[in-house]
């Protein structure tokens, strides 16, 4: 599947080229947005009453020439792709504490988004300015394609945040910049030691329906590390208040019947040490129970991140896509756009 929506976007971007009008001139100098040169980016055209939907994950890299190149990931619903193994398992000390006992995550592989253990699917360029605390893109394709982001400061200054302000193509989105290389990572033991709090804001396409939720808590420090690994956090949630119920796909074994299993299985690993990627990975260990497995092979979540480094070159959350398909109907499928940070 990804080599036909790699033809496709091939395809898509000839034509935009061949049709691109001439580009008008940019001053030789530029001020960078928030005064920050690279950003991590989540966007989404997300639509309750459409099903062609799409997210969009990746980084922004703006030069002080007034020029700004894009590589992202796109996932669209036009093209459903299945998830990708990571060839990432944890190993079986993998750990955690809930209500005074020890609880094991089952030892799965690790799923991602499809694609997203290889290069990114898009690579473009565009011209911006800065206008007061709004930077405005224009993105060089014939299709008329622009952006403009409240630019935040964060209170210390070592990163700046876009919050979406308009966009011709884009619904939602969320970025978070600094002037830390891109390479520059943060491994997945000082996640776990970050003493900040992290709060999740996201916006999610799932059953024709668009639900958007802010301030919700997440909580690394309940991940635990593996034992003979340094690039997994796993946890096993060991119960919910409302997902993994017999009405939500488990009816023999799910919460609210006899056997009452509504635990999550989490996982979180990085997906390169060269760059930001990382990959969230959820499913209720119910879903599994019902199918007879171990490891669950139905619609689980995958979430595909990338990490927001600051100045300092600490860790400060994630900006992320959930882009899950369905085998099944496209009403099943679940895309999100969606950040994870301490500064909101």
Not at 189 to 194: D, L, M, P, Q, R
Not at 223 to 240: E, G, H, I, V
Not at 302 to 330: C, H, N, Y
């Amino acid at each position: 599947m990804r080599a036909v929506l790699s033809a496709a976007a091939a395809a898509f971007t000839l034509l935009l080229t061949c049709m691109a009008a001439p580009w008008p001139a940019v001053a030789s100098t530029a001020a960078l947005p928030g005064g920050k040169a690279t950003y991590v980016v989540s966007q989404g055209h997300l639509k309750a009453a459409s099903s062609q939907n799409w997210v969009r994950l990746g980084s922004y890299r703006f030069a002080a020439d007034g020029t700004v190149t894009a590589a992202l990931y796109l996932w669209w619903q036009r093209h459903p792709e299945a998830r990708q193994r990571t060839g990432n398992t944890p190993d079986s000390g993998c750990t955690t504490r809930a209500g005074g006992s020890r609880s094991l995550p089952r030892t799965c592989e690790v799923l991602t988004a499809g694609g997203f253990t290889g290069s990114p699917d898009e690579n473009r360029t565009g011209t911006y300015t800065v206008s007061g605390n709004v930077v405005s893109i224009r993105w060089k394709i014939a299709q008329t394609w622009t952006e403009q982001w409240y630019v935040r400061p964060s209170p210390d200054g070592a990163l700046a945040r876009l919050d979406l302000k308009s966009s011709t193509l884009a619904t939602h989105g969320y970025g978070y910049g600094s002037n830390a290389a891109l390479g520059t990572r943060r491994a997945m033991s000082s996640v776990k030691a970050f003493a900040g709090t992290l709060r999740q804001d996201l916006t999610s396409w799932a059953g024709g329906r668009i639900v958007a939720t802010g301030g919700q808590r997440f909580a690394h420090s309940s991940f635990r590390a593996c034992a003979d690994t340094t690039w997994c956090l796993t946890y096993l949630q060991p119960s919910s208040a409302g997902a993994c119920q017999k009405s939500g796909g488990c009816p023999r074994y799910g919460g609210g019947t006899k056997a009452n299993v509504s635990s999550i299985q989490y996982y979180l690993t990085k997906i390169s040490n060269s760059d930001r990627r990382d990959t969230l990975w959820h499913w209720c260990t119910c879903l599994a129970m019902e199918r007879g497995e171990f490891c669950y092979t139905g619609n689980s979540h995958v979430k595909p991140l990338m990490q927001i480094i600051d100045d300092k070159g600490a860790f400060r959350g994630w900006v992320g896509a959930e882009a899950s398909f369905s085998t099944g109907s496209r009403g099943a499928d679940m895309l999100a756009v969606f950040r994870i940070t301490d500064f909101r």
